[in-house]
């Protein structure tokens, strides 16, 4: 019964009307135009400084669901991909994950990659900040 009870309540929960208040859901039906336009704002907001010693693009990316080695479903996502001359990419996910607010990113094609699928819209502030922090030295 608590097996059957449990399934009913996560099938409700997917229910198109209650996807606002899943907050794992909303994310990952969130459009890549709306992911874009929150990407933007932050990157705008971005200091000048820190574009003297890193180069940040607003890449379209593909984001994986699933578990396990062979993630099963691919969603439509942007990311800031920084690279430096300066530093390495591990260097630059160490100064993220470091930062007062941690933020965990991945390197791929030796390139860090900030996903904004993954990035709660109330957080995009501390994000902001993270950015400062760990490209400002």
Do not use: C
Not at 26 to 52: D, E, H, T, W
Not at 73 to 81: C, D, N
Not at 94 to 107: K, W, Y
């Amino acid at each position: 019964k608590w097996t059957i009870s449990l399934l009913e309540e996560t099938l409700r929960s997917t229910q198109k009307e209650s996807i606002k208040d899943n907050l794992t859901l909303s994310l990952l039906m969130s459009s890549r135009k709306k992911i874009q336009m929150r990407a933007k704002r932050v990157f705008r907001s971005i200091p000048p400084k820190i574009f003297k010693n890193y180069k940040i693009s607003l890449d379209e990316t593909l984001v994986e669901a699933g578990s396990g080695t062979l993630p099963s479903v691919k969603f439509e996502s942007v990311a800031f991909i920084i690279t430096s001359k300066k530093y390495s990419a591990s260097t630059i996910s160490s100064r993220f994950r470091n930062a007062t607010h941690p933020v965990v990113g991945f390197i791929k094609n030796n390139n860090f990659h900030l996903d904004f699928k993954s990035i709660i819209p109330s957080q995009e502030k501390l994000l902001l900040q993270s950015i400062t922090e760990a490209l400002d030295w």
